[in-house]
Structure formats: C-alpha cells, structure tokens
C-alpha cells in the first residue's frame, strides 16, 4: 500500500531540488505534486542569478510570455498598441504565475524584457523599441508587486547586457513604491542588494525602503557618493535583525556617519565585509560602544585609516570573533595597521579559528609584532592563510603547537632560503591535525628541494601509506610557468609511497 506525503513533507523535499529538470518532472506525478512544483519553478526566473550565455538567456526570457497572459485587459492593448505580438501569450493564464515571485533580480527582467522586445515587436523605428522595452519593464514591475504577496529577496545592480535600452530607468525604479502594493511586499525583506553607484536612481528607492523595512538580515550594498553613505547609514541603523552586511565604497569618501550606523548593529551582526571603506574621519564618542556580541566574521579589504587611534577602541569590541580577514590597501601612502590588526588577535583571543593576512606586496614580510600576536593570543586556529612570511616565521608556525591546525596557506615573501632545510624543518614539528598545506610561489622565487628531504617531511607528517586524507597544493602567485620548479620522478616515488595528494596549479 502507497503512503501519502504530507504537503508540508513535499514542499520541503521539492525546495530541495537541485535540477529544474526534476522539478518538471515532478509536475507529471499528479495533480497535487503540480500544484506543489509550479510556485517553486515560478520563483526561479526572476530571482535566480543568470548566466551570461545568449542562447541561455534567450531561452529563459520566454517566461515574458507566460506573465503577459496574466496581464489584465488594459496592459495588454497597451502593449499592443506600442507594437507587441501577443499571440503566444493568450490571455486568462493557468496559474497567478507573478504570485509566486519571492525572489526579484531586476537585472533578469532587464534582459528578459528586452530580448522578448527583439523577438515580438513590430519595431518601427530605434527610438520605440527603446520606449516600448521600458513600457514592458514598467508593466512587468507593476505586475510582480501588485500579484506577489510577499519579497524576501531582492537585487539591483549594474546592468551589463542590454544597456542601451535601460541607460536611465531611476523613474522606473523609484516608482516602484508608488503602487500601492509596495508597502505590503517589500516589509519582511530579508536580503538587499544594490551594486549600482547612481545617487539619482537609487535615490527614491532607498528613501522609500527604510521606511517600509525594518527586517533586512542581509545587505550587500556599493556607495559612490557622500550622499548614498548618508542614506545606506539611516537605511542600516533602523533595521532590528540585520546579520550580515557587505559594504564597497570609495576611499576617499568620508564614511563617520556609516561605521556609526554598523557600530548600532553590534548586537545582531554576524559577518561583516569591508571594501575600500574609509576610517579616517571615525570620531570616537565619550560613552564606551560596548562588544559585538554576534560577530564572527570580520573581512576588510583595502581599507584605508585603520591607523586612527579611534579605530583602537573599534578592534577591542570584536570578542567573538572566529575569522579575520584583513588586505592591506594598495594605496602606498597608506601605512599597515599594525596596532589595530594586534588588538584584534589580542581581544578575540583563542576565538579565531580562522586567519588570512595578505600585505599586497611581494618586498615586505609580516611584521615581527603582527606575527607574535597570532602566536601568543590564537592558539586554537585551525585555518592559516599568511603571504609573504620568512622561511623562520613559517617554522615558527609549525613550533608553536597549534594542535588544531588543519589547513596552513602561505608563501615566503625573501629572494632566496634553503628549501631543504625549511622542509626539514617543518616536519621536525607539524602538526599531527594538519590535513593540508598549500605553497604558493611566485615566477621569481620557486622551491628547490630534493626527493630526500620531502621523505623528510612525510615522514614527521604521516607513516607510509597513510597520507591519503593529507594534502599539498602548489600554486602560482602569479601569470606565467613556476620557472625553476620542477618534480622528478624519485619526487613522485616519494609522494606514492606516503601515499600524500600532491596537486601543482596548471
């Protein structure tokens, strides 16, 4: 006898598909397996990231035609009238397929719309396909908003195809919260994302959302502009569960008023990613600002002004934390920030599990002091990623026993140094929990070392055999061959008979 699943049971199992083509199939079971799969292909053509293949993309737009059947009366002769075919979009449609929408990248409709313009337009001149694409994004937003009942996700950014048609759409966007279903659909927004630097079309969206919103967890956001930093500060401070945030700004932008507004989500923040953000002008207030008590992922690249005494009482709040990882900047009058990267290693303590330091420069190592500090205060990481060390630094990294090392990332940042002896070495001391070690070398500086001295290291790393769960990637730091770096058949002899997987970057 068959046993039934439950509704529930199957929307959760079919939520759980990783092909579009088992969803199709699933459509043919019966009719209550269809009536479960339709919502969940139809939140995919707006709200999955698509590929940049034509053909695929072509394919994909076909969905225009399905919401123009769920067009009311007026749009369609409206659509008509500027030139559309509808006669592959018959009126009275199965399903309310805009109902289903959760999920909105605008880029999609952008190039959905306007390839389905190429293909169903009686084009009479440039000038109305251009009109007559934006008179189809405009009916389609209205649409998805009036229809759907709710978004959890929606995304913006720079549209690369199709540009011409779209190289102004900010009324487009802006009227968006002019419907009078906006309020109601962009409310439990769970994940914002906006890459595009245009203060005039982002403007009225922006102003309108943090009105409306108020449970954002994720936001992945770019600023051009003192006036976006303005307005993504207010938009970030009223939100109350807002777990992960992505900021890219320009250097030289004065962001007080944003790390301000960051600095008001300590409570909640989990991950917090940082591009080019400028902590120059940070103004440190009387009152203490208290711990992050969530976060536990801090990422800053190519920041700059992180030597400002203020930011000092920045890096002692982040308590939690379990993975820093820090670019230095490529500006050169930018000094590295070693204090504030210390206090970090020195407030998180054994927390960190997980440590990527990158200087951007191939002439300098990790300062002594910075090295010291993942020494003495990190003794619990278990992911290491440090360019440009000293062969001594490197064995000082396998002496310190870190007993819960399991992955270790480096290169050696010095013109020359003994790869035999830094094998040697090594294996003197690794650490039994390290399950894989990737080396990366640069054209100008590979390792030269010799079959003995890897059985060296085997054998403090692993008995013969029993290397098949351990791991050596060799890879480049740069285009171009490892000129000088070359493997002999003893090398290989070496490596199958410890049985280690040995990969060199092609």
């Known amino acids: 006898m068959a046993t039934k699943i439950s509704t529930e049971l199957l929307i959760i199992i079919l939520n759980n598909f990783q092909s579009t083509q088992d969803l199709y199939s699933s459509m043919l079971v019966n009719r209550i397996w269809c009536k479960v799969t339709i919502p969940i292909l139809w939140n995919l053509p707006l709200g999955q990231e698509c590929c940049t293949d034509y053909t695929k993309l072509e394919k ?70 251009d009109n007559g694409s934006r008179i189809l994004f405009r009916e389609m937003c209205k649409l998805i908003i009036e229809r759907c009942i709710f978004l959890d996700s929606f995304k913006m950014t720079v549209i690369i195809f199709f540009s011409g048609n779209f190289q102004n759409y900010s009324d487009l966007i802006g009227s968006i919260f002019k419907l009078p279903s906006a309020s109601k659909v962009f409310k439990k927004l769970e994940n914002f994302t906006s890459t595009i630097g245009d203060y005039k079309l982002i403007y009225p969206f922006y102003e309108s959302l943090k009105l409306i919103c108020d449970t954002i967890l994720t936001m992945d956001l770019k600023l051009n502009s003192y006036f976006q930093v303005q307005l993504l500060a207010k938009l970030i401070r009223v939100q109350k569960r807002l777990e992960n945030l992505s900021i890219f700004t320009n250097y030289s932008l004065d962001c007080n008023s944003l790390l301000w507004a960051i600095i008001s989500q300590k409570e909640t923040l989990k991950g917090l990613r940082l591009y080019s953000v400028n902590f120059c002008q940070l103004k440190r207030k009387l009152s203490p600002i208290g711990q992050f008590i969530s976060l536990q992922e801090l990422y800053f690249d190519n920041c700059v002004g992180l030597r400002n005494s203020n930011c000092l009482f920045l890096a002692s709040s982040f308590t939690q934390l379990s993975s820093f990882h820090y670019f230095h900047s490529r500006y050169s009058n930018d000094v590295h920030p070693q204090e504030f990267i210390i206090k970090i290693f020195e407030t998180a303590g054994a927390n960190l599990k997980n440590i990527f330091l990158d200087s951007h420069s191939s002439h300098s190592t990790i300062a002594f002091d910075t090295f010291s ?9 278990t992911k290491l990623t440090l360019h440009n060390l000293s062969s001594e630094q490197v064995i000082a990294i396998f002496n310190n026993n870190f007993n819960e090392l399991r992955r270790f990332s480096f290169d050696c940042g010095e013109k020359r140094f003994d790869a035999n002896e830094l094998l040697y070495k090594m294996g003197e001391n690794v650490p039994e929990s390290l399950e894989s070690m990737e080396i990366r070398m640069n054209y100008y500086n590979p390792w030269i070392f010799s079959a003995d001295y890897l059985r060296k290291f085997f054998e403090g790393w692993c008995y013969k055999g029993g290397g098949v769960n351990k791991l050596i990637i060799i890879k480049r730091t740069e285009r171009g061959q490892l000129c000088g770096f070359t493997l002999s058949d003893e090398h290989f002899k070496v490596i199958e008979e410890y049985g280690v997987q040995f990969y060199i970057e092609k």
Do not use: E, W
Request: aromatic share 12%; net charge positive.
């Open 60 to 129: 994909k737009a076909l969905c225009i035609r399905t919401y123009i059947s769920c067009m009311d009366a007026r749009t369609r002769n409206l659509l008509v009238q500027n030139g559309f075919d509808l006669s592959s979009s018959p009126p009275q449609a199965t399903f309310d397929y805009p109902s289903f929408t959760h999920k909105f990248i605008i880029n999609n409709l952008v190039y959905f719309v306007s390839i389905h313009s190429m293909y169903s337009r009686k084009i009479i001149s440039p000038h109305q396909d």
């Open 373 to 381: 500090a993942i020494l003495n205060y990190c003794t619990k990481i």
